[in-house]
């Protein structure tokens, strides 16, 4: 099973930084990665899919890269809104396996 | 304007069973494969079952094969999830998720429920 493992645990920024989290893929998955921001207490939304498309509605500031086994979900200019968990996925026919999640903290 | 619903969670006792539902809407139901994804309280995130928009193919991870049944009910508009000996590890929110493409098997879950709690305890 292909094992997927995010870095930062955790993520201590201000507002207006730019922000950058890594996930990284036991093994090549191509482009077939999303990532996810999640409040507490709500669910998830949805940011990014196949590795770098937007979401229609997400602001421009999320950008996600990378392909194969190295992947980042960047915030180029951290609001307040912004401070959640964030997950990415691996995705393929027949399963979903996430991250074990990044949580950005208010520094 | 998509919505998913979620219900049938609630307290059962170790080995027992629950069926959970999710009531779609605002799209064609019938065009995308769908999915459970659970959190137990304070941790990340599980994909737990898939079912594809014909509901000809099922997919469920190790942890839950053999328990778990996820099927559909594509004139109604609903998804379920039959959870059978159940385990006090099985407690979390359970949320439905909804396939980003149509026709196409798993991918990205564009939208999701609010969630029910399931918790297993005696």
């Known amino acids: 099973d292909i094992q997927m493992t995010q870095s930062p645990s955790t993520l201590s920024a201000i507002v207006g930084d730019r922000v950058t989290i890594t996930c990284r893929a036991s093994?090549?998955?191509?482009?077939?990665l999303a990532w996810y921001q999640q409040i507490p207490g709500k669910a998830p939304k949805l940011l990014i899919y196949?590795?770098?498309s937007l979401e229609s509605g997400v602001p421009s500031r999320f950008s996600g890269g990378g392909s194969g086994t190295e992947f980042t979900l960047t915030i180029s200019s951290l609001q307040p809104d912004d401070f959640a968990t964030y997950y990415c996925?691996?995705?393929?026919?027949?399963?979903?396996?996430f991250g074990q999640g990044t949580r950005v903290e208010i520094k | 304007e998509v919505q998913l619903v979620e219900s049938g969670g609630g307290l059962v006792q170790p080995g027992g069973s629950l069926r959970l539902s999710c009531a779609a809407s605002?799209?064609?139901?019938?065009?995308?494969?769908m999915s459970w994804v659970r959190q137990a309280p304070g941790k990340g995130l599980e994909w737990v079952s898939g079912?594809?928009?014909?509901?000809?193919?099922?997919y469920s991870a190790d942890s839950v094969k053999g328990r778990f049944t996820i099927s559909r009910d594509n004139p109604k508009n609903t998804l379920f999830l039959q959870m059978n000996s159940l385990r006090a590890e099985d407690t979390a929110v359970y949320y439905c998720?909804?396939?980003?493409?149509?026709?196409?098997?798993?991918?990205?879950?564009?939208?999701w429920g609010q969630g029910t709690l399931v918790t297993v305890s005696s």
């Open positions: 196949k590795a770098s």
């Open positions: 605002g799209f064609t139901f019938s065009r995308y494969a």
């Open positions: 093994q090549s998955i191509s482009n077939w």
């Open positions: 996925q691996h995705y393929n026919s027949y399963s979903g396996t």
């Open positions: 079912v594809s928009d014909t509901g000809r193919s099922t």
């Open positions: 998720a909804k396939g980003g493409d149509a026709y196409s098997l798993g991918g990205h879950f564009d939208n």
